[in-house]
T-cell receptor, first 116, second 113 residues
Framework: GAGVSQSPSNKVTEKGKDVELRCDPI?????LYWYRQSLGQGLEFLIYFQGNSAPDKSGLPSDRFSAERTGGSVSTLTIQRTQQEDSAVYLC??????????????FGPGTRLTVL | DQQVKQNSPSLSVQEGRISILNCDYTNSMFDYFLWYKKYPAEGPTFLIS?????DKNEDGRFTVFLNKSAKHLSLHIVPSQPGDSAVYFC????????????FGQGTELSVKP
């Protein structure tokens, strides 16, 4: 079946503009995660959605970052008033995770964001 | 505070030999560990995982070993193939902390023909 998809694959924006990144998880997966990888860095957790529970936003670096997950499926990560340090690859992952369980997360190809 | 560490940024191995990638962690609440492989301009691809109730898991050429007392895990690839050349990330999660993955910095493996 189809894997996790993300759009756009590349986004170049000017400092101060808002951007929206989209993630379509694997059908039937209940959990959805956002991570980012800055140049030369490892992957950093941003936010996590599990079913209808309140999202875990503990990894969001500032209040300029927000995310939604509509209808338990598609998710949008929004970055307001982008800064150059926001430049990174933003990765989405999904899994079958049930609360209190552990499982394997499957990643999309990522969106490369460049803030000029 | 880096909870998951991969101390070797790179590793070079001859084709056919064994590749050993290492990972250390500090958080004793981690109970699930994974290895991902990543090519440039692609998302990480899941390779193999291990639960904290086990000390070894094998899948074809890939074996992951977990030493809980030392808070150390390793990925063995044998025999190594040129197509294995990529960046390998170790990741850990805690089931009581939402399952979010904490990643190491990655090790770039180069397998030479």
């Amino acid at each position: 079946g189809a894997g996790v998809s993300q759009s756009p694959s590349n986004k170049v924006t000017e400092k101060g503009k808002d951007v929206e990144l989209r993630c379509d998880p694997i059908s039937g997966h209940t959990a959805l995660y956002w991570y980012r990888q800055s140049l030369g860095q490892g992957l950093e957790f941003l936010i996590y959605f599990q079913g209808n529970s309140a999202p875990d936003k503990s990894g969001l670096p500032s209040d300029r970052f927000s995310a939604e997950r509509t209808g338990g499926s598609v998710s949008t990560l929004t970055i307001q008033r982008t800064q150059q340090e926001d430049s990174a690859v933003y990765l989405c992952a999904s899994s079958f995770r049930r609360t209190g369980d552990t499982d394997t997360q499957y990643f999309g190809p990522g969106t490369r964001l460049t803030v000029l | 505070d880096q909870q998951v560490k991969q101390n070797s940024p790179s590793l070079s191995v001859q084709e056919g030999r064994i590749s050993i990638l290492n990972c250390d962690y500090t958080n004793s609440m981690f109970d699930y560990f994974l290895w991902y492989k990543k090519y440039p301009a692609e998302g990480p691809t899941f390779l193999i995982s291990i639960s904290s109730i086990k000390d070894k898991n094998e899948d074809g050429r890939f074996t992951v070993f977990l030493n809980k007392s030392a808070k150390h895990l390793s990925l063995h690839i044998v025999p190594s193939q040129p197509g294995d050349s990529a960046v390998y990330f170790c990741a850990a999660s805690a089931s009581n902390q939402g399952g979010k993955l904490i990643f190491g910095q990655g090790t770039e493996l180069s397998v030479k023909p």
